[in-house]
């Protein structure tokens, strides 16, 4: 067999595997399926803390130290206020966030962590690490960074379609 010719047999498989893929279909299903993938794991991970993936996620946001207003937090772990306000109450009731009146907006609440959570947002950092391990494993470093690049890209054009609406 010539060489071109096995190199158009190989093409071919190529582009035979690239068309039976239809994007519109299945990068929505393949993101979701990895985002349920990863919020499962992360549950069952912290289930023994009494913690969350969601709760997680808040008090991440907040191990910086700095007190953020619950519309801030919204915004920041890209969900609505009133799934934050609930979780956020969970998170209170178990001593790990303390929310206080913002000093210049009385409608305002400030929310930060106390001692107790910023030492339950390390252990489940640690608790994590296998999790960040294994999703970082399975490809190089250089394609972790074009894969974020390219989610920040998706969330922002999703949301600038969102806003049109």
């Known amino acids: 067999m010539h060489p071109r010719e096995v190199e158009h047999g190989i093409y071919a498989k190529i582009r035979l595997a690239r068309d039976m893929i239809d994007t519109h279909r299945d990068l929505p299903l393949a993101l979701r399926a990895a985002y349920l993938a990863l ?3 992360t549950d069952a991970r912290f289930a023994e803390h009494q913690v969350t993936a969601d709760q997680f996620v808040l008090l991440a946001a907040l191990a910086n130290g700095e ?3 619950q519309r801030e937090l919204s915004d920041q772990i890209s969900s609505d206020p009133s799934t934050v306000r609930a979780m956020l ?11 206080e009146s ?5 409608r305002a609440k400030t929310v930060k962590l106390t001692a107790a959570g910023k030492r ?12 960040r391990d294994d999703m970082c494993g399975c490809m190089s470093a250089k394609e972790a960074e074009m894969l974020l690049a390219l989610l920040r890209n ?4 999703i949301n600038d379609e969102a806003t049109l609406v």
């Open 39 to 41: 919020h499962r794991r």
């Open 67 to 69: 007190a953020l207003t």
């Open 89 to 99: 109450v969970l998170l209170e009731a178990n001593g790990f966030v303390k929310r």
């Open 102 to 106: 913002h000093p210049s907006d009385a």
């Open 120 to 131: 339950m947002n390390k252990k489940l950092w640690k608790a994590g690490q296998p999790i």
């Open 154 to 157: 998706l969330t922002c054009a």
